[in-house]
């Protein structure tokens, strides 16, 4: 997920952000499991966050529109490579997720790339993936990402992309458990940096990964820690 970093934009160029969490029933009531279709109609949407929000339908339109991932469309996911530091588990962990429903949102801004093209602006946008099933298969699945990510914080050695740098990133207190990263990653040919703010959150049931992108180009970042702090709480209240 740190390491060689596998990151595009399912519309033009670019990368992962919000899902939403489902409630756990009680100790006395069966876990009830949330289908694909019930988790994609809680994903964000444009005018859910400040600002001016479109979504971003990529290569393919993930359940006609709806955010539904279907088996044959994970393969467009945008995904991220855990180091090897990361150890066999949580690699396999990563490989072996399926998300329910995704969806990329991209923020108007001052592209550094259309015209008038002098290369200074931004380039932002926020994915959300989700899944869902028993709480207990997905805590372990959430503990071996949350520990594969540590193992992997510290410098990324330059990919296709980079070099740049991981660690840990403080969230609000969302769910049964939690935890964040943040990333940063000179774009090829060093014109850019990536600024990746990562949270993965496991609720009952439901996990949810989400990514805050913001390509700066000699201009200084959109969002502060708060502002970030309130998208991530904004896509958890959608429940």
């Not at 966050?49 to 088996?71: D, K, R």
């Not at 690699?91 to 923020?107: G, I, M, P, S, V």
């Not at 940063?184 to 014109?191: D, L, N, S, Y």
Request: net charge negative.
């Amino acid at each position: 997920m740190f390491g060689r970093t596998v990151v595009s934009h399912v519309g033009a160029v670019l990368v992962l952000a919000a899902v939403p969490l489902a409630a756990c029933g009680s100790s006395d009531t069966p876990t009830v499991i949330p289908t694909a279709e019930e988790m994609a109609a809680r994903l964000l949407a444009p005018g859910d966050l400040a600002g001016a929000w479109t979504v971003n339908a990529g290569p393919a339109e993930f359940g006609g529109g709806s955010g539904v991932v279907t088996e044959e469309q994970q393969d467009q996911l945008p995904r991220f490579e855990f180091c090897d530091a990361a150890g066999e588990a949580a690699q396999q962990a990563d490989a072996d997720l399926r998300w329910l429903a995704f969806r990329q949102l991209d923020l108007e801004a001052d592209d550094p790339i259309d015209p008038p093209g002098d290369r200074t602006g931004h380039m932002a946008f926020v994915q959300e993936y989700l899944t869902s099933g028993d709480p207990v298969d997905l805590q372990a699945t959430f503990e071996l990402l949350r520990d594969g990510a540590a193992a992997c914080y510290g410098d990324i050695p330059a990919g296709e992309e980079g070099p740049g740098t991981a660690g840990p990133l403080t969230i609000p207190d969302l769910g049964d458990d939690r935890f964040g990263a943040q990333l940063t990653i000179e774009e090829a040919g060093g014109w850019a940096e990536w600024h990746l703010s990562y949270a993965v959150v496991r609720d009952g049931p439901v996990l949810m990964s989400i990514v805050v992108t913001d390509i700066t180009a000699g201009t200084d970042l959109l969002w502060s820690i708060d502002d970030l702090a309130t998208i991530f709480r904004t896509a958890a209240v959608k429940t």
